[in-house]
């Protein structure tokens, strides 16, 4: 059974920091394109970036919004996902969500706020 | 950026009848390995997003055959044969030819 669970997200200050990890089983981590996509608190989703696997060069993507403050990484000898979050502003606040393969993690709530 | 516009964004449906979304992207999704990258994610109310239909037509494991997707380009439906109650949600469409973006959201309700 695919599992994804994040973790790590919680109440920051704005300029603040955040890691967020995602732990993945169930299927072959280390062969899979992962993404991280958020939620604001009554919007619709907004990707956020994705990292390809390593045999794919390894890169990442991000969104315009996140570009230079937002880094996402993975460990595949932990078949785990991380986002490292920089210099949070208000507007980061919602669910993020980590994806791969089709599913869904259950999300991990973000709030920025002095 | 491609920006995926979907129609309508909210929806009331009588059990048993059918429900179309339609979803347009501002440019084609058609990659040239021959796929198109257009899926259909449903939310329901206070989970995360699901995953029903990939490439256009392809439903997803588990996904009840009530479902459907259909279109090519840069036009793209899909249909609900005979809602259910445990269908209403917010349903997402979604490109990844260039990278993610989803559409504004279509809120499934039952009458």
């Known amino acids: 059974e695919v599992q994804l669970v994040e973790s790590g997200g919680g109440l920051v200050k704005p300029g603040g920091s955040l890691r967020l990890s995602c732990a993945a089983s169930?299927?072959?981590?280390?062969?899979?394109?992962m993404s991280w996509v958020r939620q604001a608190p009554g919007k619709g989703l907004e990707w956020v970036g994705r990292?390809?696997?390593?045999?794919?060069?390894?890169?990442?993507d991000y969104a315009a919004p996140v570009k230079g403050r937002f880094t996402i990484s993975r460990d595949d000898s932990k078949n785990t996902l991380y986002l490292e979050m920089n210099s949070l502003k208000i507007e980061d606040t919602a669910v993020y969500y980590c994806?791969?393969?089709?599913?869904w993690g259950q999300g991990t709530l973000v709030t920025v706020s002095s | 950026d491609i920006v995926m516009t979907q129609t309508p964004l909210s929806l009331s449906v009588t059990p048993g009848q059918p429900a179309s979304i339609s979803c347009k992207s501002s440019?084609?999704?058609?990659?040239?390995?021959?796929?198109?990258?257009l899926y259909w994610y449903l939310q329901k109310p206070g989970q995360s997003p699901q995953l029903l239909i990939y490439?256009?037509?392809n439903r997803f494991s588990g996904v009840p055959d009530r479902f459907s997707g259909s279109g090519s380009g840069t036009d793209f439906t899909l249909k609900i044969s005979r809602v259910e109650a445990e269908d209403v949600g917010v349903y997402y469409c979604?490109?990844?030819?260039?990278?993610?973006?989803f559409g504004q959201g279509t809120k499934v309700e039952i009458k």
């Open positions: 994806s791969g393969r089709g599913f």
């Open positions: 169930g299927f072959t981590f280390s062969n899979t394109w």
């Open positions: 990292i390809v696997k390593k045999t794919d060069g390894g890169t990442t």
């Open positions: 440019q084609s999704l058609l990659h040239s390995d021959g796929k198109t990258y």
């Open positions: 490439e256009v037509s």
């Open positions: 979604m490109q990844s030819i260039q990278l993610w973006t």
